[in-house]
């Protein structure tokens, strides 16, 4: 690697040549008409096709389902339409890992039925053979999800979402509806959806939380087949700008002390945080049948726009908590100028509570696994800023790259630019504690009105007080920042129309930056 730098003048200018090349992937074709041109042929190298984050192979996914983790895979099934690039009949996709980084493509695991579409839902193992679906011996990883009456819905009933019950004796790999579907009715909510089930150890049950328009509801059950219910949360707690979605529940430490705290995440479309759709989530307690809280405030588990529809997986192992969230949105997730496929999930999260300024907080952190992929391409200790003073770094693979400092707790500004004027800023305002992503010159954003309408700022009360660490993923059409180890996370869509090459950091005050370093991350489709 070849660095160059030049001190002493008022722009400081270091350039990166890598050795890696992703000009192939980069080039992005233009027909007269304005369109994107696609090689369908080229799976994985489609202009802003992620690079380590999951994707269809093909056609258009949404929220994550049915994640559970057994026998050393992770599956991870996903709404899924296969015959097109916009939302449509819902399908489970299916796909495996063993590192939650690199993705082995499945079967379809569930098709529409006369009952109804597929809607979102969860996976548990029953180990014990509760249902009797199975054997001890060979227990059946059972998934239960919604089912969604399109005939119903068009006539007006309110019965048209139920929950239904499919088996696997085979590790996922084909999958049987229970006979006697669906499992869970209810004839006044037209919004009863995304079940999530899990073994409550504490009670010795199984468990189980659904949303209904506007609040959340709790049921258990000794056979995952027959549940009672047993009492609903949040009609007039957190957000309602929209209706209630995915929601989940689970049971954390707080960091550095013997207390636990139950987290339910409840997404919400629309009336997000910065437009749109977004996932809130409540501290408190659960008692196998009951969630009770005394929040006060709204929070949410990501300030970007592109996080939603996010749960955790059931059985992992060491009991890490690890979350992954839809990265698209509801106000454009149909729009975004993709070809072959559309949406890619956020990186997988590691989840953690800690108490701060007397608040509980929930981390997330990109998960471990992730150190495997990156290729360190500069690393230097220090970079010292006059006040308005421009450090410019050129590097060809931001698009693809990690990007990591600890920063002073002052005012700091980094553009990622590239030669066809688009720029991506990011901004920490230390007087008033208010961070900032303005995408709306960062490349394509007209497919939407919304899209590229507003710069989305978040008070970030909680960031140190003497310094701020800084944790930047870019993956072609995705950032994910992650300020203090995840005390709080952004995830945007971004769509540059060639890569961004220089990134230009500068501040209203003196600033000293330190650990700065780059890393490429390695694509999980190359195969060497
Ligand atoms: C969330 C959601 C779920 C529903 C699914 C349908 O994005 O609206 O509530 O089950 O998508 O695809």
Redesign the pocket.
Known sequence: MYKRLFFGTLLLALTLHSCIDTSEKTAIVINSNQEIVVDSSKIHSEPFRPQFHFTPEKKWM??PNGMVYHKGVYHLFY?YYPDDIV?GP?HWGHATSTDLIHWNYKKIALFPDAIGLI??GSAVIDLKNTSGLGTKENPPMIAIF?YHNMKGEKSGRKDFQTQGLAYSLDEGNTWLKYNGNPIIKNSTQKDF??PKAFWNPETNLWNLVLVAGDHAEFFTSKNLINWQFESEFGEKSGAHGGVW??PDIFKLKVADSKEEKWVLLI?INPGATNGGSGTQYFIGEYNGKSFKTDQKDIKWIDHGTDN??GVTYNNTPDDKRVFIGWMSNWSYARDTPTKNWRSAMTLPRELSLIKTNNDYVLKSTPIEQLKNQLKQEYSHKTIKLQADEKVEINYPNFNQSEIKFIAEAKDLKLVFSNNAKDSLVIEYDSKQKIFSIDRRHSGIVNFEESFGKQIHNTAVPNVGSSTIDYQIIMDWSSIEIFLDGGIYSFTEQIFPSTPYTKLTISSTENQEINAFSINYIKSIWDKN
């Open positions: 949404n929220d709404q939302w819902m809607f979102s919604t959806r995304d979605e995915c997404s939603y529809a």
